[in-house]
């Protein structure tokens, strides 16, 4: 943990407390008014960096909390070992005795804002977030397109059952006409017969009506000559008779109708409309991803070794762990110490 940035760290030492106005990063700590006049002039500090706390605030979180010195030995990182990809302080560099590549830190950290890792780190940030916004886009098309489809299914079951409606009024209504016409064609036979039965049976009548009117007042010869004529009139009549029984005209017609059989059977054999299917097929979305990435950010790591040390092996540690993963730059230049490497220093 950084020290407090908020209090001057010079004052706070000598037990007083004074608000800093400046942070030293290579001090790792905050600079009263007064303080950072002398840090200014000072041989020691007077080449370090500084930036106003109003500025410093303004960091994440994550960076003002990260540590700038060995969480084992409280002492500053002097060296990076680029076998466990992990800065050191003078006492860590004891565990790294086998390690050949062994960097001062400096070389590493010296322009890390402008290195290929940086640049790499931030690529990559604008990558995912330019990856997300085309899957992002991309499932809101399919979003689209699933309410297009459904709107689209829906009218064609509407205009099939439509359709089929219309198909169905127009049958019904050909097969009525049908009955209209029937019926209509066999009434008019029947009432053409009535007809000239009616006029049969006047012309009876009026025969009728003549031979009462005979037998009261013509003569014997007017009666007999009638007779003869009457006899022909009744022979017509029966022989009118006799044709109308012989002929269909007196038939009992009925009408009766057979429903297509396939009508009744719609209701069993047709039980569903229509199946929804749903598909998915793999889409041609791809991630976009940087190459080599990684070769890039452990190239940019410069290669320096270190002659005048000398390393001797304190202790072995087997972690059993076949998976151990390096770490990575972060931004703002940090290394990220992984949690597995920290546990086996500790061990
Ligand atoms: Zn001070
Ligand atoms: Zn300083
Ligand atoms: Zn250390
Ligand atoms: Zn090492």
Redesign the pocket.
Known sequence: MASNWSL?????S?Q?T?S?VVWCSECDEG??????E?HSISKGTKNHETVSIAEYKKLPTEVLQIAQVCKLHNEKYELFCRKHDCPCCKKCVKSHNDCKALIDINEIIKNVKTSNAYYEIEQTLLEVVENIKRLNTNRKENLKSLKDKKREIEAEIKQTRTKINHHLDKLQEDLIKELMAVEQKECRKIEKLLTALKNKEKDICEIQENIASIKQHASELQTFLTMKDIEKDIAVGEKFMQSITTSDTTNQVNISCQINKFLPQITASVQIFGEIDVSSDPCDFTIQKRKDRQAQIMVDVPTRNIDNLTLTLQKRINTRLSNVQGCSMLPGGRMCLPLLLIYVIIT
Do not use: A, E, P, T
């Open positions: 001057c760290g010079i004052c706070n000598r007083m004074k800093s600079l009263c008014g007064d303080c950072k002398h």
